[in-house]
């Protein structure tokens, strides 16, 4: 009998999760501009959360910002700010909310806006033909901006 209300228990907690819903771009919102609740009620991996910070494909943080940590990967920017000691800089809200959309907390930035999908502009078309159609898709996931964040925290 404890076995089978261990199971049930065990089922039910990951079925929460796997419900957990996440907050679309459009949805989220900025407090001075952090964001105090998960993207997605998921813990972030701050294993992953490297990954995106130093592929040039996903995060590319690196072509901005110099990270010691990931010393290994070449090529770090001198652009944005040291990310060494992030974690203790900022809080776990205010490092979601610049990594979602640092132009929330930091007007003039010139970091790209993570998880933002609409209030572009469009000039392609003008120069090229070429404009994008349809609805912007953000450039990372809610899970990838919590797994940002958890790595983060782990700079301290």
């Not at 609409?118 to 404009?131: E, V």
């Not at 450039?139 to 901006?145: E, H, K, R």
């Amino acid at each position: 009998m404890k076995r089978t209300t261990i199971t049930l228990f065990a089922l039910l907690a990951g079925l929460g999760m796997a419900n957990a819903e996440t907050v679309a771009p459009a949805d989220v919102t900025y407090e001075d501009g952090a964001i105090a609740q998960s993207l997605t009620g998921v813990a972030g991996n701050p294993t992953e959360g490297a990954k995106v910070i130093s592929t040039k494909s996903l995060g590319n943080c690196v072509a901005c910002h110099e990270i010691t940590d990931l010393a290994d990967v070449p090529f770090h920017g001198e652009v944005g700010p040291l990310l060494d000691g992030a974690g203790d800089r900022w809080s776990e809200a205010e490092l979601r909310g610049i990594v979602a959309n640092a132009k929330m907390m930091f007007e003039g930035s010139m970091m790209p806006s993570f998880y933002k999908t609409d209030g572009f502009i469009r000039l392609g078309n003008a120069y090229t033909g070429k404009a994008h159609e349809g609805e912007v898709e953000p450039l990372l996931t809610a899970q990838q901006i919590e797994d940002v964040v958890a790595y983060l925290m782990t700079l301290q």
